[in-house]
């Protein structure tokens, strides 16, 4: 099992463009990108046809949001470095086929990045 972890904009990994989703509050489940971080406060460009005003948010509101099929590398935790393609979401927990392994591992969303077949992590 992971430690938790105090969540601040340096453990969460996000950059510019990283697709995230609200988990907390009126906006919950709302999906968008991240435009800056300052601090703890996320920009965040909704994905939604009717909010169109960039969002300030809590960092500890957010978690980074991917998709079945998308192709990850593991940031932190025991999988450091392990790349592979998501094939399951389970609350904020991705079940991941690794490219190596062959076999499937479990960690958090916020330990991943998107990744491209080729690249490194």
């Known amino acids: 099992i992971e430690k938790w972890k105090k969540m601040t904009a340096e453990n969460l990994c996000l950059s510019k463009g990283d697709k995230i989703r609200v988990i907390s509050g009126d906006l919950k489940n709302l999906t968008g990108f991240v435009i800056s971080v300052d601090k703890n406060i996320v920009k965040m460009e909704p994905d939604h046809k009717d909010i169109t005003q960039i969002l300030d948010l809590e960092i500890k509101m957010i978690t ?9 590398c593991v940031l932190d935790g025991e999988s450091q470095g392990e790349k592979g393609i998501i094939t399951k979401i389970v609350g904020n927990r991705c079940i991941i086929f690794s490219d190596i392994r062959k076999k499937e591992f479990t960690t958090l969303a916020n330990n991943l990045k998107l990744s491209s077949q080729v690249a490194e992590c």
Do not use: I, L, Q
Not at 64 to 72: A, L, M, P, Y
């Open 64 to 72: 980074k949001h991917f998709e079945t099929g998308d192709h990850v």
